[in-house]
């Protein structure tokens, strides 16, 4: 008996894709009708199993008779095709359930990308009860080159059969598949499905991917989303691909306000933070990309080196020019451009003329040889301190293309080839031979060598071990509300977690801050406090470096009056009596968690600068020392703590425990979604770290 269990996952998918019987409701006999066009799918493409036609004519088609309802169709069809406007689909999904269609693709826009959510999620709810697969609705429609079937509501073609070691593209737009299914085919690149899934109300990009995994005849995930609706399932299975050694590739949108508004009238995405999806999807292993290019580029050299080198390319050119750019270009996509080894060295010298200054990238000079080429080629790609070979060159003809691949053809190591000159149009002869050759080919350098830095940076994360990180059970901890907590609160959770704060107390009197001044000793800070006051020196709740107790108590009389009148509604608790820290690097650390794709850290310069330049890293919960010493690095300011202009280094062992410490923290307690540490105070190496400021937010 089908249930809600039978609506989803890869054997939903299955049954999708292969299909026995097929229905096509809402056909019509007008010719160019999505219903006529479905039906020219099948046709052409030879389909085996039962076909069955549901509309309002009273004439046959095709030589078939047309029934009136999906009523009568007989029980368990396997997929159903609604050629049908919005209005009418919710009646017929709750048809197909009374008669057990398995699946149903369904073209109709009008959904929740325009606003209609309502009845979108009814669709969804009478489909899923009764273990009905849809998808859709706002989809174009699939290939699949592996068992011979298309079906598009645009037009019909021949599908192909039995493709292998192939590329499954999958998307929310089918318009964007459209752009990615034509270069593929420019490219010689072999995909085994390019699958249409539109609004997702029924199967969702996690149930292909669930599927893609185990196909047989997919090499690489390549997938377009507006939502990713059950992160935790498709970060798993992101998870199962990267352990089976199968890539994915995801480009999502929503990296601006513009694009998540975009997104919203297109399919009814609800999108979350693009960079806590990012960093989450990366660490579990698949690749982001950013644009069009790159995600083509990216596949073509996926599909035929799909295990990603961790060391970077050997570049071999033809221009002086070129090196230069290049080790420009290499720097700013963080590209390692590695040392060639003395050996290497030696035989490139002995081959090229004299007078060259070679290295990596390697200038042949303009007094090379059609002959030189196999032997240096040979030589560069052989070299092991090289991941992959990338080969950008001017080409007039066949000659050097031959020359390459006879120098390459016995290394099983990545390649890439680029012949120079942007669209001139080469000859036939060599396009046979770039046909011929064990290197992807490409027009452009600058593509190429973005996708390199891409596949590269992959292979390096695949590499990666991760030092697992300790669960951590701590004493002490404080009793938390919900919502925004006081800092003096956070400051007491920071410290159970090992975190450094400045000696210092709450106090609610003017006398009790004299006191805990004179126990700590001068200058102090006086810190306003109340939970709905996250922002003090805003409200001038904050007086800094105060030297005796006379100008203490001045500064809690002005501080007060300042806070009342910026905000006369707060409940004031007191104020925060703490000793003045001595001068450092700031940053800003911390963490929030995500209710779909957990928990992320983050890491800046901090002070006003995080929100004025917007220079974060963020890494996952769970990141250890490796990763964030790696996101510290990757910082603008990352200058800062190796000291400048005079000032010792800071100490970034210290910040890398604080960071791990509010993972852990992020961990133990599950009701915390947010803390800000901002700043973090840094002191010269070896002197720690100190949080100056916190903010927590409990749920």
Request: glycine fraction near 10%.
């Amino acid at each position: 008996m089908s249930g809600p269990q039978d609506a989803r996952g890869p054997k939903a998918v299955a049954r999708f894709l292969r299909p026995r019987s097929v229905a096509i409701i809402g056909i019509s006999t007008r010719e160019g009708s999505a219903g006529q066009v479905i039906l020219q799918c099948l046709k052409v493409n030879n389909f085996k199993g039962d076909i069955y036609l549901v509309g309002r004519t009273n004439e046959s088609i095709d030589g078939r008779p047309v029934l009136k309802s999906p009523d009568e169709l007989p029980e368990g069809v396997e997929l159903a095709v609604f050629a049908l406007p919005a209005a009418a689909v919710h009646d017929a999904i709750v048809s197909c359930a009374r008669r057990k269609v398995r699946s149903a693709m369904v073209f109709a826009a009008g959904f929740a990308e325009v606003g209609d959510r309502a009845t979108q999620d009814a669709v969804t709810s009478t489909a899923r009860a009764a273990g009905l697969a849809v998808v859709g609705p706002n989809c174009l429609g699939i290939t699949n080159n592996v068992d011979g079937m298309m079906l598009h509501m645009l037009y019909a073609r021949e599908a192909l059969r039995g493709i292998e070691d192939g590329v499954a593209f999958v998307g929310q737009s089918g318009g964007l598949l459209g752009h990615f299914q034509r270069a593929a085919d420019g490219r010689g690149i072999p995909l085994s499905y390019v699958i249409s899934t539109g609004n997702e109300a029924g199967l969702e990009t996690t149930d292909f991917v669930e599927f893609l995994v185990e196909d047989r005849a997919t090499r690489v995930i390549a997938l377009y989303c507006e939502e990713i609706r059950r992160p935790q399932e498709f970060l798993a299975a992101v998870r199962r691909a990267r352990r089976g050694g199968k890539p994915v590739v995801l480009m999502q949108a929503g990296r601006s306000a513009k694009a998540r508004k975009a997104a919203q009238s297109h399919t009814g995405a609800l999108i979350g933070d693009f960079a806590t999806m990012r960093t989450q999807v990366e660490d579990a292993g698949a690749v982001v990309v950013s644009t069009m290019d790159e995600m083509m580029d990216l596949v073509a050299i996926l599909q035929r080196f799909p295990t990603p080198p961790t060391k970077g390319p050997g570049i071999l050119t033809a221009s002086g020019a070129y090196v230069g750019l290049t080790n420009d270009f290499a720097e700013e996509l963080d590209l390692e451009l590695p040392e060639l080894e003395p050996a290497t060295l030696e035989k490139i010298g002995e081959t090229l003329p004299s007078y060259g200054n070679y290295g990596n990238p390697l200038d042949t000079t303009a007094g090379f040889t059609p002959a030189m080429l196999p032997v240096v080629t040979k030589a560069l790609i052989d070299d092991p301190n090289v991941g992959m070979l990338f080969i950008s060159f001017p080409i007039n003809t066949a000659i050097p293309v031959r020359a390459f691949n006879e120098g390459m053809a016995h290394s099983p190591k990545p390649k890439v080839m680029v012949a120079l000159g942007d669209t001139w149009q080469l000859g036939a002869d060599v396009n046979e031979a770039v046909k011929e050759s064990p290197a992807v080919y490409s027009r452009s350098s600058d593509r190429m060598l973005r996708a390199i830095a891409l596949y590269t940076k992959y292979g390096r994360s695949l590499a990666r071990t991760r030092v697992a990180a300790t669960s951590s059970s701590f004493t002490g901890l404080p009793s938390l509300g919900k919502g925004a907590q006081p800092e003096w609160l956070g400051k007491k959770l920071l410290a159970a977690a090992g975190i450094r704060v400045p000696d210092g107390d709450l106090a609610r009197t003017t006398d009790e801050a004299a006191t805990v001044a004179k126990r700590i000793g001068y200058p102090v800070v006086l810190k306003v406090q109340a939970a709905a006051l996250p922002h003090k020196t805003e409200a001038g709740g904050v007086a800094l470096n105060l030297a005796e107790e006379s100008t203490l108590r001045a500064a809690w009389d002005m501080t007060m009056r300042n806070v009342k009148c910026a905000a006369p509604d707060v409940s004031v608790e007191g104020a925060l009596v703490e000793k003045m820290s001595p001068k450092g690097v700031e940053l800003m650390v911390g963490a929030k968690r995500d209710p779909g794709w957990g928990t992320v850290l983050l890491l800046g310069l901090g002070g006003i600068w995080v929100e004025a330049l917007g220079d974060v890293q963020v890494v996952p919960g769970n990141a250890d020392e490796a990763q964030i010493l790696d996101a510290l690095g990757k910082l603008r300011s990352a200058k800062l703590l190796a000291g400048v202009r005079g000032a010792p280094a800071a100490d970034v062992d210290a910040v890398v425990q604080a960071v791990m410490a509010i993972g852990r923290l992020m961990q133990a307690m599950p009701e915390l979604t947010e803390i800000d540490v901002n700043p973090l105070m840094v002191h010269a190496k070896g002197l720690g770290a100190t949080a100056l400021d916190v903010l927590l937010v409990t749920d």
